[in-house]
């Protein structure tokens, strides 16, 4: 008797545990079949860039992390002894200094913790106010307004600029007797000319305003193509169900775009705690614009030369970047995993 007639089909072959693990074998016999140049190849493509990481990124973060419990003016070799109290620091030079960096640096400097609050400043508005306006550039253009391009232009123009540039621009625009803002509002005389640079009380929110104005069109490029990559049957159905352009963009084009959400975040974060250019280039980051980036720089490659005490400094930034990021991540990645 055939094995059709006894009700049994080639099909049936195919239910057999061996033929489930077929997948499997296929992708194993794949790798078996990679010639040496093959695996040489993908060795170099995945080598190359983790040494590249390791070497620009991580030894160096793991090195200033290890520098800060040091006292070390860059100058001889570090060693495991314990730096002495009342010697000169030349004598101390390269000894274990354990958490005194950062308790000198909360207590007796008297510049960390304004630049600790400029950089907490610099944070929130970029999150509250650059980030919101660059989505909203980009939702007003993603609904292909006429001069699209033009627009587009426009606001991607100050990233293209570097940041240096923008300050010498900005300069002009904020100039105490000939600049643009007080000519158009009549106080650039020499009796009432408003220093928005040189004021303590308004020079960082005059420096905010011009990161501000590139920063945005950072995320409205950002958020454009993330735009552009949503399904367009998401509007289409959300449309049939009778909701609003409002209640569709936040109920079903924004939870699709997290992944552009998250890389926004982390970006806006970098940006805003890596801020150094535009307060060096207006008063070298004193006088009511410090910021942890140039107490850093001053202490590593200025005058004092103090290589661990800036060290520390650093790790302070790095810190207060990463617990932003860490709490987005965690609340997003949370809600995902919610049922």
């Not at 004193?286 to 001053?298: A, C, D, M, Q, R």
Request: with cysteine.
């Amino acid at each position: 008797m055939s094995a059709t007639s006894q009700g049994r089909t080639p099909a049936a072959v195919s239910d057999k545990p061996e033929d489930l693990k077929s997948p499997v074998r296929r992708r194993r016999r794949r790798l078996r079949t990679m010639t040496a140049r093959d695996r040489i190849v993908v060795a170099l493509l995945l080598g190359i860039p983790l040494l590249l990481d390791l070497a620009f990124v991580w030894f160096p973060a793991i090195g200033t992390v290890l520098l800060s419990f040091t006292k070390w003016n860059g100058v001889g070799s570090l060693h495991e002894k314990t730096c002495k109290p009342n010697m000169p620091s030349i004598l101390n030079n390269g000894c274990w200094y354990g958490v005194q960096n950062y308790h000198q640096a909360a207590t007796i400097y008297p510049e960390f913790w304004p630049a600790v609050r400029h950089n907490l400043i610099w944070l929130a508005v970029f999150v509250v106010i650059a980030t919101p306006l660059g989505m909203l550039f980009a939702v007003l253009l993603d609904r292909g307004l006429r001069g699209t391009r033009i627009y587009q232009s426009l606001l991607f123009l100050p990233v293209m600029l570097s940041l240096a540039l923008i300050g010498i621009i900005w300069e002009f625009v904020y100039s105490q007797n000939y600049g643009l803002i007080n000519t158009v509002i009549g106080r650039n005389g020499n009796d009432n000319a408003i220093d928005w640079l040189g004021n303590p009380h308004l020079n960082l929110w005059a420096v905010l305003l011009e990161a501000t104005w590139r920063q945005a069109g950072y995320v409205m490029i950002l958020y454009l193509a993330g735009l552009k990559a949503v399904d367009p049957t998401l509007r289409e159905a959300a449309l049939m169900d009778g909701a609003n352009p409002w209640q569709t963009f936040w109920r079903v084009i924004f939870p699709v775009m997290k992944p552009i959400n998250i890389v926004i975040m982390v970006v806006t974060v970098i940006e805003s705690l890596r801020a150094f250019d535009l307060v060096y280039i207006t008063n070298k980051g004193i006088n009511g614009l410090e910021l942890l980036s140039v107490l850093v720089t001053s202490n590593i490659v200025g005058e004092t030369q103090r290589v661990g005490f800036g060290s520390a400094l650093g790790v302070v930034l790095l810190v207060i970047s990463l617990v932003p990021i860490t709490i987005f991540l965690y609340q997003t990645f949370r809600r995902e995993d919610t049922p």
